[in-house]
């Protein structure tokens, strides 16, 4: 599936983002690849793999259905990519919050078989991240039921769709429980050991 000459393409929001410099288009280009878990994956996959190509395509802030409205976001027009990861849907359940608005968790993930629909025939395998928090100064009791409802709905469409799905919130939980701070420092945005970890996570996924 994978070989020197791969292709690797990242979509997600903030959480893969990481302050990546969007006007950069190439790959392999750190200041493109963000400051986050993206970077740390295409560290190591590169030192393997030289001839490899990684791209970052986060957008912060975006949603679900948002995510292919946005500038840029395939790199390759004709497709053709070895691997296509996508974590996306935790600004599904934040900002309705913030802006006091119901929950469309039933069109969110209407969202998500639309966008596995269209990534799909575009890679040899795609990889649905599971999107997560842990109890953190912008989450709240209320995100529970919902987080829960949108990652079983994207689990269940990854199974349909045979892409492969990387579950997260229960080891994140765990291995957060004594530095929080250090993994998502509001419950959301990953610190420098959450990066760490899902960058391992997805390695050792692919690789293990």
């Not at 912008?138 to 769709?161: D, Y």
């Not at 080891?171 to 509001?186: I, K, N, R, V």
Request: proline residues 6%.
């Amino acid at each position: 599936m994978v070989n020197n000459r791969s292709r690797l393409l990242f979509l997600g929001d903030s959480v893969t983002d990481c302050n990546r410099d969007r006007s950069i288009r190439q790959p392999n280009r750190p200041e493109a690849l963000g400051t986050g878990w993206v970077h740390r994956v295409a560290t190591e996959w590169l030192a393997q793999n030289p001839e490899a190509r990684v791209w970052n395509r986060g957008y912060s802030g975006c949603e679900i259905g948002e995510l292919l409205d946005q500038e840029g976001w395939q790199p390759v027009k004709q497709g053709g990519y070895d691997v296509i990861t996508v974590m996306i849907g935790i600004n599904d359940v934040w900002h309705p919050f913030e802006e006091n608005q119901p929950h469309q968790i039933e069109t969110n993930l209407a969202d998500v078989q639309a966008l596995v629909e269209r990534l799909k025939p575009l890679t040899r395998q795609l990889i649905m991240v599971e999107p997560f928090a842990i109890p953190g100064s912008a989450v709240t009791e209320a995100w529970w039921p919902l987080l829960a409802e949108l990652q079983a709905g994207q689990r269940s469409i990854a199974q349909k769709h045979d892409a492969l799905w990387i579950p997260v919130q229960a080891e994140f939980e765990t291995g957060s429980a004594t530095q929080p701070d250090l993994w998502a420092y509001d419950g959301v945005h990953p610190g420098v050991l959450g990066h760490r970890w899902l960058a391992q996570r997805w390695l050792d996924t692919l690789l293990g």
